[in-house]
C-alpha cells in the first residue's frame, strides 16, 4: 500500500522560500506523476503542479515563476520550493500520486497534510 | 485558467439523492474525460471518490456515481447517510497538461 508523507518547515517569513519534501514508501516512483497541492485554511484545493518520474515537469501557470518541484528517485522524494512567499501562500500542502491518463488520471493516494503559516 | 465551478452548498435528509454539479469550460471538463470527484472531512485529506467522469475508485459505494452533460460534469450521491457530509471538489484536466480543481461544495445531511 502506497503511503506519502510530507515534511518540513511549518513557519516562514515573508520573502523566505518554501521547501517541503514528500516520501513515498510502498511502492517506487516509476511510471507515476507526482502532485502538489494545497489549501488555505477554510478555502478550496489548487493545483501546484507535478514532477514525472523522469523529472518532466508542469506547474499552474499562477505559479509558475516561484514554483520548483523536483524528484529523486533514489530516496523515494520528490520536493516542493516556492519562493517569495507572503502571506497569501499560508495553506495546507498535500502531495499526492497521479496516474498517467491512459490510468484515469487519478489523483490517489494522498499524504496527509502539512500546514505552512506565512507570518512576520 | 479559473478554477471549476462549484455551488457552495448543498443538502439532502439521509435517504434523499442529492447532485452537486462543477461547471467548467470546453478546454477542460468539456474536452476530456478526466474528471474526479473527491470527499473531504474536516482535517482529512481529500479522498478519490470518482475518476474518469464515472469510475468509482476502489471500495467507493455505488451510491456515489459521476456523470457529464456537456462542459457541465455532476456527483449524484444517492440514500444520503450522515457520513457523506463532507465537502466534495471536482477537479478536471485542462490544456497544456494542467489540472484544475473546483472551489468546493459543502454537502449537509440534514
Known amino acids: ?120 | 485558467q479559473s478554477a471549476l465551478t462549484q455551488p457552495p452548498s448543498a443538502s439532502g435528509s439521509p435517504g434523499q439523492s442529492v447532485t452537486i454539479s462543477c461547471t467548467g469550460t470546453s478546454s477542460d471538463v468539456g474536452g476530456y474525460n478526466y474528471v474526479s470527484w473527491f470527499q473531504q472531512h474536516p482535517g482529512k485529506a481529500p479522498k478519490l471518490m470518482i475518476y474518469e467522469v464515472n469510475k468509482r475508485s476502489s471500495g467507493v459505494p455505488d451510491r456515489f456515481s459521476g456523470s457529464r452533460s456537456g462542459n457541465t460534469a455532476s456527483l449524484t450521491v444517492s440514500g444520503l447517510q450522515a457520513e457523506d457530509e463532507a465537502d466534495y471538489y471536482c477537479n478536471s484536466y485542462a490544456d497544456s497538461n494542467n489540472w484544475l480543481f473546483g472551489g468546493g461544495t459543502k454537502l449537509t445531511v440534514l
Request: hydrophobic letters at 30%.
Open chain 1, 1 to 120: 500500500q502506497v503511503q506519502l508523507q510530507e515534511s518540513g518547515p511549518g513557519l516562514l517569513k515573508p520573502s523566505e522560500t518554501l521547501s517541503l519534501t514528500c516520501t513515498v514508501s510502498g511502492d517506487s516512483l516509476s511510471d507515476y506523476y507526482w502532485s502538489w497541492v494545497r489549501q488555505p485554511p477554510g478555502k478550496g484545493l489548487e493545483w501546484i503542479g507535478y514532477v514525472y518520474y523522469s523529472g518532466n515537469t508542469n506547474y499552474n501557470p499562477s505559479l509558475k515563476s516561484r514554483v520548483t518541484i523536483s524528484v529523486d528517485t533514489s530516496k523515494s522524494q520528490f520536493s516542493l520550493r516556492l519562493s517569495s512567499v507572503t502571506a497569501a501562500d499560508t495553506a495546507i500542502y498535500y502531495c499526492a500520486r497521479v496516474s498517467t491518463l491512459w490510468e484515469g488520471g487519478r489523483f490517489d493516494p494522498w499524504g496527509q497534510g502539512t500546514l505552512v503559516t506565512v507570518s512576520s
